[in-house]
């Protein structure tokens, strides 16, 4: 079946860079976007972008432009977001999502990764 | 950027209730409107697409409406397992935007 699996929770510190990875597997990778989408703790979701898993074209939220970056390996089906210079407000739960496109958003996605900036 | 507002923030309800969540966007976004569903410690489940589309495997106790500025998502008869947290999120231009939520609660 049709899944995103993300990799496992992380614990930074301010000022450091984080890596999450997200899998995709049970259709073609290379036709679809993954967007990035995270949530604070008790907070709304939050779009931070997306990267067409075929072309590499990405796109970014403006608060995130050059602190954010999201590449795809697409031999591995995967998909990466890098976030530099954390901050505490930075700790979130980071979810991947598919863009089915034709008017379909975010129709699957990952379980989500925890990233906890701490000291 | 457009500004999505979810009323009310909760509702407590009873199984059985027929349930109307109101997502209103700051301009107008035509009928590119989503709902999703988010139970806690989980990832959020796609429901509807274009306003009113019901997402294939969706129970059509579920339904959405509305176009332009005013959407509703209407559960017809509620069931245990649909005590969740709702969004609404627009896809009519970047950067795409959800509501604050509406936690339905029994």
């Known amino acids: 079946q049709i899944q995103l699996v993300q990799s496992g929770a992380e614990v930074r510190e301010p000022g450091a860079s984080v890596k999450v990875s997200c899998q995709a597997s049970?259709?073609?990778?290379?036709?679809?976007?993954i967007h990035w989408v995270r949530q604070a703790p008790g907070q709304r979701l939050e779009w931070m972008g997306w990267?067409?898993?075929?072309?590499?074209?990405?796109k970014y939220l403006q608060k995130f432009q050059g602190r954010v970056t999201f590449t795809r390996d697409t031999s591995a089906s995967t998909a990466y977001m890098e976030l530099s210079s954390l901050k505490f407000e930075d700790t979130a739960v980071y979810f991947c999502?598919?863009?089915?496109?034709?008017?379909?958003?975010?129709?699957?996605w990952g379980k989500g990764t925890t990233v906890t900036v701490s000291s | 950027d457009i500004q999505m507002t979810q009323s009310p923030s909760t509702l407590s309800a009873s199984v059985g209730d027929r349930v109307t969540i109101t997502c209103r966007a700051s301009?107008?976004?035509?009928?590119?409107l989503a709902w999703y569903q988010q139970k806690p410690g989980k990832a959020p489940k796609f429901l509807i697409y274009?306003?009113?589309s019901l997402e294939s495997g969706v129970p059509s106790r579920f339904s959405g409406s509305g176009s332009g500025t005013e959407f509703t998502l209407t559960i017809s008869s509620l069931q245990p397992d649909d005590f969740a947290t709702y969004y609404c999120?627009?896809?009519?231009?970047?950067?795409?935007?959800f509501g604050q939520g509406t936690e339905v609660e029994i």
């Open positions: 990267i067409h898993a075929g072309s590499g074209d990405t």
């Open positions: 999502a598919r863009d089915r496109g034709s008017g379909r958003p975010l129709d699957v």
């Open positions: 301009q107008s976004i035509s009928i590119w």
């Open positions: 999120q627009q896809y009519n231009s970047y950067p795409w935007t």
């Open positions: 049970g259709y073609t990778y290379t036709s679809y976007a």
């Open positions: 274009k306003a009113s």
